[in-house]
């Protein structure tokens, strides 16, 4: 399995709903990413996570809130978003870096609307 | 920061072109990215690199780490080459992405 796959692919959640985005991963990649991608925009980095541990937060407002329960598998929870959250969320995996540089695996991302 | 900046930002080729897209930097990286996003989403990753040069059928991806440039060559463009081409440098485990290269063929 060489494929990051994301769910849902397409989500709309009104401002006061709680929803989860899903990323899993089987590749055995220790690094996973969330990043937000605004229309003709280039993906903005959210969150990082090395070994099941957030590593980096780009200042991301606490109404999201992403979890790594195991090496697979990258939650991102999402309670009273605004609309102007609206975008394609995209989640991607790699082999932790260190020394050594290694590719990177992009989902197709979830495509979030907020009404 | 990494300043990444890419050219052409827009790009219409007849089909059979050959096509280059450039991308330049502002920071010392440990590999660079090219990624193709179709529109509707998904990022699909086309090479990495951290020195010379690499080819995959018709793409050819080139790096020089000293004058902090990458370009990204098409041969023989096909309509199916049509998509937005991102250029993504890479320190660690942080990238920074360019604004892309929305890339038109026509038959």
């Known amino acids: 399995d060489t494929e990051v796959t994301q769910t849902p692919k397409h989500l709309v959640m009104g401002m006061t709903n709680k929803k989860s985005l899903k990323c899993e991963q089987h590749m055995g990649h220790r690094a996973m990413y969330w990043y937000k991608q605004k229309a003709k925009k280039p993906p903005e980095l959210m969150f990082v996570?090395?070994?099941?541990?957030?590593?980096i937060n780009e200042s991301v407002p606490s109404r999201f809130s992403p979890e790594c329960p195991n090496s697979s598998l990258l939650n991102l929870h999402l309670h009273a978003l605004q609309p102007e959250d609206s975008a394609l969320y995209l989640c991607a995996s790699s082999h932790a870096a260190g020394t050594v540089i290694y590719g990177y695996t992009f989902g197709s991302g979830t495509r979030l609307t907020v009404v | 920061k990494n300043e990444v900046e890419q050219s052409p930002q827009n790009l219409t080729a007849q089909e059979g072109e050959f096509i280059t897209i450039n991308c330049s930097y502002s920071?010392?990286?440990?590999?660079l990215h090219w990624l193709q996003q179709h529109p509707g989403g998904g990022i699909v990753s086309l090479f990495m690199l951290s020195s010379g040069k690499k080819k995959h059928g018709r793409l050819i991806a080139t790096i020089n780490i000293q004058e902090k440039h990458s370009s990204l060559h098409i041969t023989a463009s096909h309509p199916r080459d049509s998509a937005v081409y991102i250029c993504a440098p890479r320190t660690g485990n942080q990238f920074y992405f360019g604004t892309g290269t929305s890339l038109t063929v026509i038959p």
């Open positions: 920071v010392g990286i440990s590999a």
């Open positions: 996570y090395s070994y099941e541990k957030l590593s």
